[in-house]
């Protein structure tokens, strides 16, 4: 003999949850629940024909506006009515009253949807990118653009902006600054923007901003050193940037203090100017000595 169902307790039917595809828990005598992905909990009974014939389960009602006591009721109404022959007429109104309710939930599940999406960090922070196009320049629209979409976006698209808290986006600024220190802090400003455009558009409160000084280690730039010390190796060093391979024009002019380093087709050479005296020169090309 098949085995029969065990019956649904309420506890099972409340506490059921949508996966990624639709599914159903059995109650037995043909009524079961059938839940959506999208969290859509259907009362559908199963029933049998004068003819033998098995239709479509049909939909007698929805949880929680019809408790699990009710819906064994109407599952029972059902089979009874199927079997004297009277399905047809009796579930066509069923279903058109279900069918009603249904595309009524559908409609409040797609504006919910659509009020989530837009209030997610990946549309939020489009409209902002948007907006700041009009006014930046070429090279600062593509660096926030990178940064956005190669870390920010990824990781915190989906997030919705409402209820975005600074413990979200930490992890994601603290592994930047693993990688790319530079880019991490202006990851840092651009979600400090962003989270004031969402502001802007009344999704956040006016005190609703991110704490996002303190994420990320403190900064020094440090001082670049010069390109030597010893002005007795100068020559040495301009020898050694005259062997790299040259277009053959002035390519190079660093300024070093009062010095100005020249490069050009045949010679190189540094120049000192000096305050109280000659200019000094130091060259590897043939006739340049003193100025």
Do not use: C
């Not at 085995?3 to 409340?14: C, D, G, I, M, P």
Request: positive net charge; proline residues 5%; aromatic residues 6%.
């Amino acid at each position: 003999m098949p085995r029969l169902a065990a019956s649904l307790t309420e506890l099972q039917v409340r506490k059921a949850r949508p996966r990624d595809k639709p599914y159903f828990l059995s109650d037995g005598n043909g009524l079961v629940l059938w839940i959506s992905p999208a969290g859509l909990k259907a009362w559908r009974v199963r029933y049998r024909l004068p003819d033998g014939s098995r239709p479509a389960p049909a939909t007698v009602g929805h949880y929680p506006e019809m408790s699990l006591t009710e819906a064994r009721v109407k599952a029972v109404e059902v089979q009874r009515d199927a079997k004297h022959g009277k399905t047809t007429a009796g579930l066509r109104k069923a279903r058109q009253e279900i069918d009603a309710a249904t595309d009524s939930r559908l409609v409040a599940e797609t504006e919910l949807r659509a009020e989530i999406e837009h209030a997610s960090f990946r549309f939020v922070s489009g409209r902002w990118m948007a907006e700041k196009r009009l006014t930046w320049a070429t090279e600062t629209y593509r660096k926030a653009r990178l940064v956005l979409d190669s870390y920010l976006v990824p990781e915190l698209g989906s997030l919705d902006m409402r209820r975005l808290e600074t413990k979200d986006v930490r992890p994601v600024l603290v592994g930047m600054v693993q990688e790319t220190p530079q880019l991490a802090r202006k990851a840092r400003q651009y979600l400090g923007s962003i989270v004031d455009h969402a502001i802007n558009e009344g999704l956040r409160s006016d005190e609703s901003r991110l704490r996002l000084d303190r994420i990320l280690p403190a900064y020094r730039s440090g001082h670049m050193p010069a390109v030597t010390d010893n002005d007795g190796r100068l020559g040495e060093v301009m020898r050694a940037i005259h062997a790299h391979p040259s277009d053959g024009s002035v390519d190079v002019l660093v300024r070093r203090r009062e010095g100005v380093f020249i490069r050009g087709d045949g010679y190189s050479a540094v120049v000192f100017r000096s305050r109280g005296g000659p200019d000094r020169v130091f060259s590897n090309s043939v006739g340049v000595g003193l100025a």
